[in-house]
């Protein structure tokens, strides 16, 4: 699944492939709500989602939890712990989840001798970078059903280019909880924005299943353009 993911921004070559698949990595199984790694920490090892869903979150001196990104199969989100010695955020398991973590000494051991590799990791940190960037404009400048549609659109398109999507539907396993906090809402208004989209035919979360029944108008609910996901498979 990470070398899915790492394709999707660059081409890599059959030998770079094969330095990746030689990595030694521990697989671990972590429960819904496990912590993966907590703001504070000093992690010696990056991990990859290869099932599951997990998310960044901050808490606030209030002890309001905000959700800054959600991250799916093939996904490192603390691929920033290779040079940021200490997590300055929470990484969570939000659903059942089974990761693989490989040390920081091994992943930069390849980097520096795979150039296309290192390339890889850092288009996949500049782009989570964008999405940081594109959340921050959701959460501050489109209505709530807007912020809404945005990030289904999103999260189809990312599912997407990891194969993880059937036709017009993919899998969330989170609550109506998890989608206030990451949209800057009360769970009793996502509750609302749900059953006006679902009445509107335009798409439907329920039973941690989204269905986008018309994904061009989600996309335009929401001011939804691909272009910060960068999938443009650089020039090695």
């Known amino acids: 699944?990470?070398?899915r993911k790492l394709r999707v921004n660059t081409r890599l070559g059959d030998d770079d492939v094969a330095a990746l698949r030689r990595l030694s990595v521990?697989?671990?199984?972590?429960?819904?709500g496990s912590l993966i790694v907590r703001e504070g920490d000093h992690p010696q090892h990056c991990c990859f989602l290869l099932d599951g869903l997990a998310c960044r979150s901050k808490i606030a001196e209030t002890g309001k939890r905000q959700i800054v990104s959600f991250h799916i199969p093939g996904d490192m989100p603390d691929l920033q712990s290779l040079f940021l010695q200490t997590m300055d955020h929470d990484?969570?398991?939000?659903?059942?989840a089974r990761l693989g973590f490989v040390s920081h000494q091994a992943l930069l051991e390849v980097a520096k001798a795979r150039w296309s590799v290192a390339q890889a990791l850092w288009r996949d940190t500049l782009v989570d970078a964008a999405v940081f960037r594109e959340w921050i404009v959701n959460l501050a400048a489109r209505s709530a059903p807007a912020r809404l549609a945005h990030l289904m659109a999103e999260l189809r398109d990312r599912f997407a280019a990891v194969g993880l999507i059937a036709g017009h539907q993919f899998a969330l396993?989170?609550?109506q909880v998890d989608l206030a906090d990451a949209l800057g809402l009360t769970p009793v208004h996502v509750n609302r924005v749900i059953r006006e989209l679902r009445g509107e035919g335009v798409l439907d979360v329920r039973r941690r299943m989204v269905s986008?029944?018309?994904a061009t108008k989600v996309a335009k609910l929401g001011g939804f353009n691909d272009l910060y996901l960068h999938k443009d498979q650089g020039d090695t």
């Open 212 to 214: 986008l029944n018309d």
């Open 173 to 175: 396993p989170i609550t």
């Open 91 to 96: 990484l969570t398991a939000m659903s059942k």
């Open 1 to 3: 699944m990470m070398i």
């Open 26 to 32: 521990q697989v671990r199984q972590l429960e819904a």
